[in-house]
C-alpha cells in the first residue's frame, strides 16, 4: 500500500527577485518499510525533495501525502526523523542522554516514560559503541558522532527517516564500514528511510529503490528497483548483479551530461 506519495511537485525559489526552479513535475509512490535512495548531479533538488517530504518547505504544485496525512500533518505527528550531514548532538552531553533527546521531545506532555523507549545500549552496540555509552558526544570522532545519529533516529520511534547525506563528511574507510551498521539496524527495523547519497555503492547496498535525479530542474530521470536479496551483508558487493545496478545508475546519470 501506498505511504509516500508525491504527485506532481514542482517548487520554485523566490530570492531578490530571481525565480530558481528547483523541482519539476516530481511523481513518486513509496510504500511503508521502503529504503529509498535518492541520487543525483548537485543542485539538482534532492535536499529540496527531503524538506517538502518533512513538511519543512512548502511546494508551489502538486501535492504530497504521507499516509493520507499532509507533510506538517505527520510532522506534527512526529512521523520524521532527521539525520543531517553533521549530527546534531549536545557536544556536553554523553551519549546516552544525546539518545534519550528526540525520545524526550516527541513524548513530552504524553505521560510516557523514559524506560518505554527502545534501548538505547542496544541501538549503540548495534552501531559499534557499546563502550561508549556514557563517554561526552565531544570526546567522539565525527564517525562515531554520525553512528550515535543514526542509532539515535532509529530509536525516536518516528516511522520515517529522512537522511541528508549522513556520511558525506567521512573518510571512505569509516564511511564502508557505517554503511553495513546501517545496514543492519535497518534490517532490524525495517522504517522507512529517505536517503540521500552520492555514492552508488551505498544507494544499491542499501536501497530497495533509487530514484536517479537530473540537473536543474531536478526531474525524476528513473526509479529503479533493486532487486537483489535480503537480509544483505558484506558479501552482496561480490554479487554480479550489484555490479550491474552501479553500471545501470551510472548510465542514467550520465545520460544528461550528452
Ligand atoms: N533556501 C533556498 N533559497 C533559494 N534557492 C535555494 C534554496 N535551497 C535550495 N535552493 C536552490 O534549489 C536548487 C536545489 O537545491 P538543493 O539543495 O535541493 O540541491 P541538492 O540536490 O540537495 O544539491 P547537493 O547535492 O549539492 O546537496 C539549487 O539550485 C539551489 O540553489
Ligand atoms: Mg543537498
Known amino acids: 500500500m501506498t505511504y509516500i506519495k508525491i504527485q506532481q511537485v514542482s517548487k520554485f525559489y523566490k530570492r531578490r527577485g530571481q525565480v530558481t526552479e528547483a523541482l519539476r513535475d516530481i511523481n513518486l509512490e513509496f510504500e511503508q518499510g521502503t529504503f529509498v535512495s535518492l541520487i543525483g548531479p548537485s543542485g539538482c533538488g534532492k535536499s529540496t525533495l527531503l524538506r517538502i517530504v518533512g513538511g519543512l518547505t512548502d511546494i508551489d504544485q502538486g501535492e504530497v501525502a504521507i499516509g493520507g496525512l499532509s507533510p506538517l500533518g505527520a510532522q506534527k505527528q512526529k512521523q520524521f526523523g532527521f ?44 552501531v559499534g559503541l557499546g563502550d561508549f555509552v556514557h563517554s561526552y558526544a565531544k570526546e567522539l570522532s565525527g564517525g562515531m558522532q554520525q553512528r550515535v545519529g543514526i542509532a539515535r533516529a532509529f530509536g525516536s520511534g518516528a516511522p520515517i527517516l529522512l537522511m541528508d547525506e549522513p556520511f558525506s563528511a567521512l573518510d571512505e574507510i569509516t564511511r564502508e564500514m557505517i554503511s553495513y551498521q546501517l545496514l543492519d539496524i535497518w534490517q532490524s527495523h525495517q522504517k522507512t528511510v529517505l536517503f540521500v547519497t552520492h555514492s552508488l555503492r551505498e544507494a544499491v547496498l542499501l536501497s530497495d529503490k533509487v530514484v536517479v535525479m537530473s540537473a536543474r530542474p531536478g526531474q525524476v530521470s528513473k526509479v529503479i528497483d533493486i532487486d537483489l536479496p535480503r537480509p544483505r551483508h558484506a558479501d552482496i558487493e561480490d554479487n554480479e548483479q550489484f555490479h550491474h545496478y552501479i553500471s545501470e545508475i551510472r548510465g542514467y546519470l550520465r545520460e544528461k551530461w550528452k
Do not use: H, I, Y
Open 83 to 126: 539525520v543531517p550531514q553533521s549530527p546534531a548532538l549536545f557536544p556536553w552531553r554523553t551519549v546516552l542522554q544525546n539518545m534519550n533527546v528526540p525520545f524526550e521531545v516527541n513524548t513530552k506532555g504524553t505521560g510516557m516514560k523514559l524506560e518505554q523507549r527502545e534501548d538505547p545500549v542496544e541501538l549503540l552496540q548495534s
